[in-house]
């Protein structure tokens, strides 16, 4: 028996970025482990990536090419064909529509793999090298990431293993035992070493039970409790007005609009008392700030309503009211992907190729409108084909009934690269197998901790599975077009996706490089603004567009709040397919508190209905605590086709986009809830 270790990056949309050792015996996974040596993954992984040869050696494990031989509003159904006829086609359907106009081609793709290599360096050229329509990649971060580029540059913060030194750690929108799991082993160390720990969430989540308050705001009024924590900030001199002075711009503007928000206005607003505004504000700040350093982490969830930009915004500022930046344990952390711009290469994917053509731009949050939209002088022309890689926009994009009405269209041409049969390539005219991060190169960054890391193949592709690379390669080939850079290797786009400051060597021999960031990286200010200085100008609250204050005519009819957070076992909708983990997960639910379950007399375990004017979302109802009155939680993102009566929770959120970054507000929605 061959038994041998290779080592790997994980590839999926999580800020952890856990390096992977792979144990290979007689050319088959067996074991999938963290690295003990690697700082941030430390040996431990997530339950789901644990079982990642599970997923690779899945019995619906896509291995062929497949056609449509059925109609798209018909139960799919496909036929096996070899890779020459798929292509072909493919290429001569595609070389037909660009002809006409080759910005009626659609890329949609997002961060089924957050790898360089297989995410967007080879696909990136194919379509600057078509001259293919843009894609505005906003799904899941672009708010937040917009929030703090206004605030301080970039996507900057403190690192992850500093939250261990915090003696005050706020929580802020995470569910870090679920998705941010190395985050929650330092928190834990803070923990025991007898910091306080408060999470801030509609939810009661699993990490609000371990922490030692938790604070169930309303979904969309995090903006809100910032103003009123700053508000206390002020009104009892908690300010290092040094570091104001120095490192602030717009600081008497924000002042003004804090002044604004007392307690009792803000306990309104947020749907909690004033008494946990004052003392979340007596505990971030009432310290010697050296001694006793505060911390906030951040995630995705508060961004995803209308005012998610700004949300962020205004809770990126806190630290620098108290002067917490200053000490390597005291700051904020909701991504540090920045870190990675300047080690990056920009043309990576090649925009050279373009050729001075400036094809539209569509956003991915809005492609159910997208889809159905006729041409027009504002959109432009309809789309005619669609090339879908690393997402699953059927499942979860928002406002599922328009993205499934267009991806039906029989005029659509559409291609899936894919593992398995998930609700998008149900509705494809190509499905095409590719390779899971097991079977081929990559290099990867992160956006919690600051290491590049690289991923090695560990086994051949299964079946006649490609890397995301070859396929485009192929098709580019196919399509007659001839230019050196769309025929470049692998390692050939690894060596080109960094300065010269990332060691490739390096990376393959022990797996990782850190990037050297400063261990109190705005100690002294020196953010990625024009000036250095933070800037606080123009931040404000934004409401929802849907809720009692926002719109009380809509809450009439719709009262109850939902929120869509991921469900423990699944990322995004990847793994829903995994027996063991679905298993595990249970089946799709709703929760909803006692109380209004009571009002609609609707019994724990019934099936029940969320519904709005958008669609009608059906799974069990489970009441429980872990939903605060007036807010249900629809957990997600399960395949529709996994659901009840080919639903989820998608069926209910709206188009609409937020403040900032044109990302969807997917947690700024109402409905009612009746027995289905």
């Known amino acids: 028996m061959s038994t041998r270790t290779v080592f790997g990056a994980c590839p999926h949309d999580c800020p952890d970025t856990c390096a992977l050792q792979v144990t290979v015996e007689n050319e088959r996974v067996v074991k ?83 790898g360089l290599i297989q995410g967007e360096a080879m696909a990136g050229r194919l379509w600057n090298a078509l001259g293919a329509a843009r894609l505005d990649r906003t799904i899941c971060a672009s708010a937040g990431g ?22 005050f750690i706020v929580i802020w929108g995470s569910n870090s035992i679920t998705s941010n799991l190395h985050f929650w082993t330092y928190a834990n160390q803070a923990k025991r070493d007898g910091a306080k720990l408060i999470c801030i969430d509609p939810r009661r989540t699993e990490t609000a039970d371990k922490c030692h308050q938790h604070i169930a705001l309303l979904p969309g009024t995090d903006g809100a409790l910032a103003l009123g924590l700053m508000h206390e900030l002020i009104a009892h001199d908690w300010l290092d007005h040094d570091y104001i002075q120095r490192h602030v711009d717009g600081w008497d503007e924000l002042r003004d609009k804090a002044l604004a928000w007392p307690p009792e206005r803000v306990a309104a607003t947020c749907g909690i008392t004033a008494d946990e505004v004052r003392g979340l504000a007596r505990d971030y700040a009432d310290r010697d700030v050296l001694a006793a350093p505060a911390a906030i982490r951040m995630n995705y969830g508060l961004q995803r309503v209308r005012g998610g930009g700004n949300a962020v915004r205004l809770i990126a500022l806190l630290p620098c009211l108290t002067g917490a930046w200053r000490h390597p344990s005291g700051g904020v952390l909701l991504s540090a992907s920045g870190w990675f711009a300047p080690y990056k290469n920009p043309a990576l994917e090649r925009p050279d190729l373009l050729a001075g053509r400036q094809p539209r731009t569509v956003n991915m949050s809005t492609i159910g409108d997208a889809l159905l939209a006729e041409a027009s002088p504002e959109f432009g022309p309809r789309i005619e084909a669609l090339v879908v890689y690393n997402s699953n926009p059927v499942a979860v994009a928002p406002e599922s009934p328009k993205v499934v009405k267009g991806f039906q269209r029989e005029d659509l041409f559409t291609v899936v690269l894919e593992h398995f049969m998930t609700d998008t390539a149900d509705l494809a005219d190509y499905v095409l197998p590719a390779t899971t991060q097991l079977e081929h190169l990559d290099v990867h960054t ?19 599975a490609k890397t995301n690379t070859q396929i485009f390669r192929e098709l580019a080939a196919a399509l007659g077009l001839t230019d050196p850079a769309l025929r470049e290797t692998d390692e050939e786009l690894a060596a080109q996706a960094f300065t010269a400051d990332i060691d490739l060597a390096l990376l393959r021999s022990q797996g990782w490089q850190p990037l050297p960031v400063a261990e109190a990286p705005f100690a002294n200010g020196g953010f990625r603004t024009p000036n250095g200085r933070a800037q606080a100008a123009g931040a404000d609250f934004v409401p929802n567009y849907e809720s009692a204050a926002s719109a009380p005519e809509l809450a009439a009819r719709y009262p109850l709040a939902m929120i869509s957070p991921p469900a ?17 997960e249970g089946e799709p639910v709703i929760e909803m508190h006692a109380d209004d379950a009571a009002a609609r007399s609707l019994a724990d375990g019934a099936l029940v209905a969320a519904f709005n004017d958008r669609g009608r979302y059906v799974a069990k109802l489970k009441v429980s605590p872990r939903a605060r009155p007036g807010v249900v939680n629809g957990l997600g993102v399960w395949w529709r086709k996994l659901g009840v009566q080919g639903s989820n929770v998608n069926e209910v959120t709206h188009q609409r986009l937020t403040d900032m970054g044109n990302a969807p507000a997917f947690y700024d929605c109402l409905v009612e809830v009746e027995p289905a």
């Open 146 to 167: 917009a929030g703090l580029a206004a605030t301080y540059g970039h996507k900057l913060g403190m690192h992850t293993r500093h939250f261990a030194g915090a003696k």
């Open 568 to 584: 423990r076992n699944f990322l995004n909708s990847s793994f829903v397919n995994v027996k063991s983990l679905r298993d595990i």
């Open 446 to 464: 992160s956006y919690g901790h600051t290491d590049v890391l690289m991923n090695q193949p560990a086994i051949a592709p299964l079946g006649e």
């Open 32 to 114: 999938v482990q963290g690295r003990a040596e690697h700082p941030s993954t430390h040996g431990a992984l997530c339950t789901k990536v644990s079982r990642y040869p599970e997923r690779t050696y899945h019995a619906e494990r896509l291995l062929h090419p497949l056609k449509r031989v059925s109609k798209k509003t018909e139960a799919p159904r496909f036929v096996q064909v070899s890779w020459a006829e798929a292509l072909a086609d493919i290429a001569a359907r595609l070389k037909a529509i660009a002809a006409r106009d080759p910005q009626t081609i659609q890329p949609y793709s997002y961060a089924g793999t957050m």
